[in-house]
């Protein structure tokens, strides 16, 4: 039978070169070739199936989490995928898993802290998968506080060994993804004492269970923290507890490229910053960016479709309903998350530039770009993952009723999405260290240091401080000058503000804890401010395909105007923009939406996502949405029988007794 296409219409609407955009979304063509043919990979494969995960039992879900990755990896054997079409295949399983950690922090944690005898000796074993690591960072009492935490690696000269030891309940390492139940080994972050002196928190290789048998080593206790929020989603992930009761590993364990220990108890600090013992947080954050344009674009896709399909209202003459995305209020709501999708991975790939140059500079122990490269991924993750988890729930009251069940596929994603807010550091927190940067730069403009990259604008503060924005129409504010130069001067006087006021305080930490949610906003505006630059200067590049650059033009200037709009207060309040203009940002709002109105179904299937990988019947490619959620219900457990299991024991005695009172 022929397949309907119920989107056909609004798919034969569209201006712009779709296949053209699907390449500028993926990065490059051969990126897209990769993406394209891995997900299709997995769609096609069963044990990969995921239309069952709400309502499989933690045991049968984790499970499916173990038989999902060994044969991730035997497909990895067999096809010899590289790193990167392994690492997208990861991705379209779509499902958190120890696997996630062993790649994502346990082998960047090595490479970026071991030396190269370290990297030598583990990272052959971890890449061929002989060994699972995770990284443990966090305990019970502490996970922002890093400089807090109890653990203790003593050295013993004696043994030429590190006593691993636990010494109190909230110094139990809690939450590590992998380490509940799959890993063998663990990077463990823990207080390096020598001789009676404590140096601090330093990172350790440390063997938990044994290679034969899998059973804990002598002196660990170790297991899953319990059922996190949500139905499957992040439950699929073995977050652990663990604890140590003196155990010794040998000292060439102790990841030895920021300090070493030599073997008479000497410490060592070598001439790279000690902050590299944070590195990895700096490259996850830096990934996770870009993870946050897939889960946005993820329900935008969905919520996008669906909004096409949905009817409600304004039939005339028996006609057809009007499309819910027709609504005005839908548009102000869907588009400016369409355009922060854009948006985010443009700044994403921006971002993974920056880490790239950063790691570059280290290797050559030119350390001065990392004090901005971990404001930069604190700042953006933060801001991303916010918007992020507000867009997928924005998504799902966009769906209505529907998407509130899990077929549509955003009570899941919203469930699996929001704890990155929290992991790799809570986003207020991390806000805090962006608003600490950007205090030092406006302190130091007096002084001859000229403000480089991503703070540049600070240098011309005094322009910035009294210039007046330059919109008489509502078309004015499609120019990048006009927008730039008001996010700049938000930017610079939210941030002066704060110095200004922060010098009124007795000493500077008084200042910054009773100013701390000043700072935080000084910080989201400075890292918009990078979003909106980094979008401008990605449309200066050629762009190829009929159509495309124009529709990102419009989504650039939705993204920035949106967020005028939103926080108009802070451009009014300091005088960035007068009240008229603000209003004008709102007619160029409309007269923008109507822009990409017919484009925007062409704008989600750019992002190429699989029926399967969207895990949704309302955003299904064919927009089939009705047949497929009747006949979804009808697969629900509860129907497997027509009278429900308790009927003779709760149903019916109640139906009696209710009987036997009328009569009386
Ligand atoms: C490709 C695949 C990727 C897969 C990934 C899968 C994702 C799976 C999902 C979840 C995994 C989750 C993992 C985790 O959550 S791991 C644990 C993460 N924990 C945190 O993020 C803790 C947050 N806290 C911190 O980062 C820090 O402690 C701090 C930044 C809050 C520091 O506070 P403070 O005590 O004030 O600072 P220090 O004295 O320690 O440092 C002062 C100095 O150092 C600068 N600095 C801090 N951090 C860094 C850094 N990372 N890089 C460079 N520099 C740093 C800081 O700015 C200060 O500088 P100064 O003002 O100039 O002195
Ligand atoms: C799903 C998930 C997976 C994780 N995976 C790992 C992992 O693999 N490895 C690992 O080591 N850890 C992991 N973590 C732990 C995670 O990194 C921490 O939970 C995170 O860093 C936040 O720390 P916390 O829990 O101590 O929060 P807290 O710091 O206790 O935060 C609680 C509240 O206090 C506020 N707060 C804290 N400090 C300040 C301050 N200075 N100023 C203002 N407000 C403040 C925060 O904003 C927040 O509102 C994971 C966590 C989750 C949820």
């Known amino acids: 039978m022929e397949e309907i296409d119920h989107l056909g219409h609004e798919r034969s609407k569209i201006e712009f070169d779709v296949e053209a955009m699907k390449i500028v979304w993926a990065g490059s063509q051969r990126a897209l070739e990769v993406s394209d043919r891995i997900s299709r990979l997995v769609a096609s494969d069963p044990i990969f199936r995921k239309d069952d995960r709400t309502i499989l039992s933690r045991k049968e879900l984790f499970n499916t989490t173990l038989r999902k990755s060994a044969h991730a990896w035997k497909r990895i054997i067999e096809l010899r995928l590289t790193e990167e079409e392994a690492s997208r295949l990861r991705f379209y399983i779509d499902q958190p898993a120890f ?41 019970l009492g502490h996970g922002s506080n890093v400089q807090g935490l109890e653990t203790t690696a003593t050295f013993d000269p004696k043994t030429d060994e590190f006593i691993l030891h636990s010494p109190t309940l909230t110094s139990s390492k809690w939450w590590p ?11 463990i972050y823990s207080r390096l004492i020598t001789d009676g002196q404590d140096h601090g928190v330093h990172g350790f290789i440390v063997q938990l269970r044994s290679l034969d048998d899998h059973l804990p080593l002598p002196g660990i206790t170790i297991g899953d923290i319990g059922i996190k929020f949500g139905n499957g989603a992040y439950n699929s992930m073995d977050n652990g507890v663990l604890r140590f009761d003196h155990v010794r590993i040998p000292r060439d364990q102790m990841l030895m490229r920021v300090s070493q220990v030599t073997r008479e108890g000497k410490y060592l600090q070598s001439d790279v910053p000690r902050q590299l013992v944070y590195g990895t947080m700096v490259y996850v954050r830096q990934t996770i960016v870009s993870d946050a344009s897939c889960a946005l674009s993820r329900a935008v896709c969905i919520a996008t479709r669906y909004s096409a399909v949905r009817r409600q209202f304004g039939s005339q003459d028996g006609g057809p309903e009007t499309q819910v995305i027709d609504y005005k209020t839908q548009q102000n709501r869907l588009f400016p998350l369409l355009a922060s999708a854009y948006a985010y991975r443009f700044v994403g790939e921006w971002l993974k530039w920056l880490y790239t140059d950063v790691t570059q500079r280290l290797q050559a122990n030119d350390f001065s770009t990392l004090p901005e490269a971990h404001a930069c991924t604190a700042g953006l993750k933060s801001l991303t993952t916010s918007a992020t988890a507000d867009g997928i729930e924005e998504c799902r009251k966009l769906c209505g009723g529907h998407g509130y069940l899990c077929s549509s596929g955003l009570p899941e ?15 207020i927190v991390l806000l805090l260290q962006v608003s600490r940067f950007l205090m030092k730069t406006v302190s130091q403009l007096g002084s001859g240091i000229k403000p480089v990259g991503t703070t540049a604008y600070m240098g011309q503060v005094e322009h910035l401080m009294q210039c007046h924005c330059d919109v008489q129409r509502a078309e004015d504010w499609l120019k990048p000058s006009v927008i730039l130069a008001a996010f700049q001067a938000r930017a610079a006087r939210m941030s002066v503000a704060c110095a200004q006021n922060l010098s009124k305080f007795s000493s500077q930490e008084e200042g910054f804890a009773e100013l701390s949610a000043d700072l935080v906003e000084a910080a989201v505006a400075h890292c918009q401010l990078i979003v909106v630059t980094k979008y401008i200067e990605k449309l200066q590049q050629a762009i190829p395909g009929k159509g495309v650059k124009e529709q990102l033009a419009a989504l650039c200037n939705i993204y920035a105007l949106s967020l005028i709009h939103k926080h108009q207060g802070d ?9 008229k203009q603000a209003s004008l940002v709102n007619w ?3 007269s923008l939406y109507a822009q990409v109105r017919p484009n925007v179904i062409g704008l989600v299937d750019a992002f190429n996502y699989t029926d399967h990988y969207l895990g949704s019947i309302l955003g299904r490619y064919d927009g089939n949405v009705y047949p497929k959620l009747y006949e979804e219900a009808w697969k629900d457990p509860l129907n497997d029988s027509v009278v429900p299991d308790g009927y003779h024991e709760f149903i019916r005695p109640m139906l009696k007794q209710q009987l036997r009172t009328a009569r009386l």
């Not at 960047?108 to 960072?137: N, R, S």
């Not at 469930?415 to 986003?427: F, L, M, Q, R, S």
Request: aromatic content about 12%; proline content about 5%.
């Open 413 to 427: 994603l919203f469930a699996v999405y929001i704890p990155a807010c929290t992991y790799e550091g809570d986003n």
């Open 99 to 139: 696997m996630d950690l062993h790649w994502g922090m346990f082998i960047p944690a090595i490479k970026g802290q071991g030396t190269e005898e370290q990297q030598k000796k583990w990272l052959p074993l971890a890449y061929k998968m002989q060994i699972i690591g995770c990284y443990a960072q966090t305990e």
């Open 588 to 590: 160029q709002l409309r």
């Open 177 to 187: 993804g992998g380490l509940g139940k799959a890993s063998t080994h663990a990077l």
């Open 571 to 579: 451009f009014l309040a300091n005088g960035c923009i007068t009240p």
